[in-house]
């Protein structure tokens, strides 16, 4: 078996996910490394924060392949008493290599909208609009659950599937039942027009503030906020595509997930 480099990680990355399908404000691709650098233990994770920093050194991770790009804003100075600037120093000093694989992956058939679907138990999954211009695909995902449900049945679906203590759930007038599905994860605030033409029964999605919500709700849209952090499937599916990547290869890296929580939030 030969050691692989950080290039023939990143190569089969953006074949699978190809990086013309990421929005054009996104920030994908390389954050930390080289691209000679030897990969022998690559860690996935939703973020890179602190906490998974921490928990990559410790257990000698070489590579992060992340979902949320850790650099959207420029750094003006390098000072390390500034809280962000403390964590890229820590990769630097560590020799990480970081990867962030996001608007490509949430787009891309198979990747983040189907996996949460899946997650659902939705059936006949496809994208909300579908063109020969794969940047035109949405990244919305629709489908149908098994069997219609009424408010009480959906809101319990949607937490057990997501393994959730709560949702935020917006809506004007009880349906009778809902069976028809659209989501989008993340931050869905902006797709109220793809929901009202979808003619779903609900939209499930996170990150919705609170003046989308108003909107949403005057709309007539079922809205349930699942939170943001829905997204944290990544880390086993991405984790699950490299060790088959890796097996077929007969490449000698190992893949393990994050066990590091990135979420803020907690329910008091």
Known sequence: MTQINFQTLIDFLETQFPPEIAEDWDKIGIHFGGRKQ????????LDARPATVREAIEKGIDTLVVHHPPLFNPIK????????????????????????IHTNVDRAKGGMNDWLAEA?????IKPFRDSEDSKEVSLARIGKLEQALNQTELIKHVKESFELEHVLFVEEEEKETYQSVMIVGGAGSGFLSQALESQS?????????????????????????AGHYIERI???????????????????????????????????
């Open 38 to 45: 030897e990969v022998k233990k690559i860690m996935t994770a």
């Open 77 to 100: 100075r390098f000072d390390l008493d500034d809280h962000p600037v403390e964590m890229y120093a820590d990769i630097i000093k560590n020799d990480l290599n970081i990867y962030a």
């Open 120 to 124: 659902l138990q939705l059936k006949d």
């Open 201 to 225: 029964d609900v939209y499930i999605t996170g990150d919705v503030t609170f003046h989308d919500a108003q909107e949403y709700f005057e709309q007539g849209i079922t809205l349930i906020d």
């Open 234 to 268: 990544f880390n086993t599916k991405m984790a699950e595509i490299l060790s088959e990547w890796a097996k077929e290869n007969n490449h000698p890296v190992e893949v393990i997930v994050s066990e590091a929580s990135t979420n803020p939030y907690r329910i008091v």
